[in-house]
């Protein structure tokens, strides 16, 4: 693993992202790309289909090179469990957000080849947790570049407030929100490209996005999103889900 040289929280308190090379060992990325193939072409029995979303795009195609995201790995195979309990993404996770470490929630974009964009948008925005302080832990598990859509971010907007996301956007026949160009400053967007098995943290106010997949090979990035265990739950009507404590301790009337 290559720690850069500042302190990650003073560079991720800063700009609201920072990236860690190599965190992943060959084996341990071997694994997860295996697992996110029988995931992806349904021979992982016991994992829910309904989890499963398609790209929109790449009609008539089934199988590993239509899907577009996976949803809740970890929360069902414990290959992905595994990952968001990796104690080396823990020990970062601790540094940057505390030690009482619950998980939120798990995603793998799975951007194949034709893959579409994801526009801007700030995670706490889906999130009805507080505070808004979320950490999204993105994994390469193939080298993520401009050219295959890896992670575009705005630096420090994680600093600002949650933005209206009233921009519709359309992902296949379903609709999506987005943020509206005049509410950033797109000139100062940085590409995060990343090698495979290397890590980027997000905080979840940050504005980010991901581009569009032009090559002929897949960019799968394994999202997991941690929380500390001393956020609360905030939805108005739905019950709180149970989140599984990674590290450190539980408490009373928190999430
Ligand atoms: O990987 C992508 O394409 C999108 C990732 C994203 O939006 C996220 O991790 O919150």
Same mark, same amino acid.
């Given at each position: 693993?290559?720690?850069?040289? $500042?302190?990650?929280?003073?560079?991720?308190?800063?700009?609201? =992202?920072?990236?860690?090379?190599? @965190?992943?060992?060959?084996?341990?990325?071997?694994?997860?790309?295996?697992?996110?193939?029988?995931?992806?072409?349904?021979?992982?029995?016991? =994992?829910?289909?309904?989890?499963?979303? =398609?790209?929109?795009?790449?009609?008539?195609?089934?199988?590993?090179?239509?899907?577009?995201?996976?949803?809740?790995?970890?929360? &069902?195979?414990?290959?992905?469990?595994?990952?968001?309990?990796? !104690?080396?993404?823990?020990?970062?996770?601790?540094?940057?957000?505390?030690?009482?470490?619950?998980?939120?929630?798990?995603?793998?974009?799975?951007?194949?080849?034709?893959?579409?964009?994801?526009?801007?948008?700030?995670? %706490?925005?889906?999130?009805?947790?507080?505070? %808004?302080? $979320?950490?999204?832990?993105?994994?390469?598990?193939?080298?993520?570049?401009?050219?295959?859509?890896? $992670?575009? @971010?705005?630096?420090?907007? &994680?600093?600002?407030?949650?933005?209206? #996301?009233?921009?519709?956007? +359309?992902?296949?026949?379903?609709?999506?929100?987005?943020?509206?160009?005049? +509410?950033?400053?797109? !000139?100062?967007?940085?590409?995060?490209?990343?090698?495979?098995?290397?890590? %980027?943290?997000?905080? %979840?106010?940050?504005? &980010?996005?991901?581009?569009?997949?032009?090559?002929?090979?897949?960019?799968?990035?394994?999202?997991? #999103?941690?929380?500390?265990?001393?956020?609360?739950?905030?939805?108005?009507?739905?019950?709180?889900? &149970?989140?599984?404590?990674?590290?450190?301790?539980?408490?009373?009337?928190? @999430?």
């Amino acid at each position: 693993m290559t720690i850069p040289d $500042l302190p990650l929280k003073t560079t991720y308190d800063r700009d609201g =992202f920072v990236t860690v090379a190599d @965190v992943l060992t060959v084996k341990e990325l071997h694994r997860l790309r295996q697992r996110i193939g029988e995931v992806a072409r349904g021979e992982a029995i016991a =994992f829910p289909v309904s989890q499963i979303e =398609f790209e929109p795009t790449i009609a008539g195609q089934t199988g590993e090179a239509a899907v577009r995201k996976i949803n809740q790995c970890a929360e &069902h195979d414990d290959v992905f469990m595994a990952h968001a309990a990796n !104690s080396r993404i823990l020990d970062i996770v601790e540094s940057l957000i505390g030690p009482d470490i619950k998980l939120y929630g798990s995603q793998c974009f799975m951007k194949p080849p034709g893959g579409i964009e994801k526009p801007y948008h700030q995670d %706490s925005a889906y999130f009805t947790i507080e505070p %808004s302080d $979320l950490l999204t832990c993105w994994t390469a598990l193939d080298d993520a570049t401009v050219a295959n859509g890896c $992670l575009h @971010v705005i630096p420090g907007s &994680h600093r600002g407030v949650i933005l209206d #996301h009233d921009e519709p956007w +359309q992902v296949g026949d379903r609709m999506d929100m987005q943020v509206r160009l005049d +509410q950033y400053d797109a !000139s100062i967007e940085v590409a995060v490209e990343l090698t495979a098995g290397s890590v %980027s943290f997000h905080h %979840s106010r940050l504005l &980010h996005r991901s581009g569009a997949n032009q090559t002929g090979n897949a960019r799968r990035g394994l999202a997991v #999103h941690y929380m500390s265990a001393k956020s609360r739950w905030t939805h108005p009507t739905k019950p709180k889900p &149970h989140y599984v404590l990674l590290r450190g301790q539980d408490y009373a009337d928190c @999430v």
